[in-house]
């Protein structure tokens, strides 16, 4: 697959799995974004997306070789590690990367979900090949020669990572989990650097902008108002709402997303919901 990157969504929506009819056509897990670039395969957050990914790559045949990282270790994006099937199977290698907290290593705080009384069985069960990356903001990633990953710190409690990936000319960029600055009015820089010219552009539109500023200011999360705004001023190509509040049900996505449209009918900008299911290429 040289020459070009492709993503599925296994996950879409934000803070907590929302299973139900009317969640059903653009999904309840949560974060994860498989992308495939070359032969490389990267996993993006570990949600309960993940454990549907790993159900697809157990019918793929093994062994399977990927690196999964990180944004944050909320426990929206890292609940489906326990359930990620692939990675209790010896002979397969999975590259976790992720920032560090404070005290606390990556792999303590995924050890910390598994622990005893959270969970039945810990971490150092898993009988696949694990390694642990630090992942700190402004560092970049090689993976092989023609994948670059780049970072920049996202505005949201407790710090997430921001994710370029560049590959043969192409760049998908996934700023998920958060937030504008409300007051200023002024575009996150952060945000505007790694998205600048990308061909995708996946980014946290938990909100409309009214219910933003019922009672959301400082929850870091953003808007599609702010998605719009960041995704013309970085010229991107496709923009893609993401990690949907759990109370937005289909049908008012489906709304945003016809309003945006609506926005942006004569620019060049193509938006999108994020759904899970159809695989994207770019
Ligand atoms: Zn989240
Ligand atoms: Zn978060």
Not at 170 to 185: I, Q
Request: hydrophobic residues 35%; charged residues 25%; negative net charge.
């Amino acid at each position: 697959m040289t020459g070009s990157i492709r993503f599925r969504f296994w996950g879409v929506r934000g803070s907590i799995a929302t299973p139900g009819p009317k969640t059903v056509r653009y999904g309840g897990n949560t974060p994860c974004v498989e992308v495939q670039a070359s032969d490389h395969r990267i996993i993006l957050d570990g949600g309960t997306g993940l454990r549907c990914l790993g159900e697809g790559l157990m019918r793929e045949g093994q062994p399977i070789d990927a690196d999964l990282v990180l944004t944050h270790t909320h426990w929206d994006h890292i609940q489906g590690i326990p359930f990620f099937t692939p990675a209790f199977i010896p002979g397969n290698t999975f590259r976790l990367h992720g920032q560090n907290k404070g005290p606390y290593s990556l792999k303590k705080v995924l050890e910390g979900q598994m622990t005893d009384p959270n969970f039945p069985v810990p971490l150092s069960i898993m009988g696949s090949e694990l390694s642990f990356h630090e992942l700190e903001p402004g560092d970049s990633l090689k993976i092989g020669d023609d994948v670059l990953i780049k970072t920049r710190p996202m505005r949201h409690p407790n710090e997430c990572l921001g994710i370029r990936i560049e590959h043969a000319g192409r760049v998908l960029v996934y700023c998920t989990d958060t937030e504008h600055d409300p007051e200023s009015g002024e575009l996150d820089e952060n945000v505007l650097a790694l998205a600048d010219g990308a061909d995708v552009f996946i980014y946290d539109a938990m909100y409309t902008e009214e219910s933003y500023r019922n009672g959301k200011v400082g929850w870091g999360h953003s808007t599609y108002t702010e998605a719009l705004r960041l995704a013309r001023a970085a010229k991107v190509r496709k923009l893609f709402f993401f990690h949907h509040d759990p109370y937005s049900e289909d049908d008012f996505l489906d709304d945003q997303l016809r309003w945006a449209r609506a926005e942006t009918v004569s620019e060049p900008l193509e938006v999108f919901m994020s759904r899970e299911g159809p695989s994207y290429e770019i």
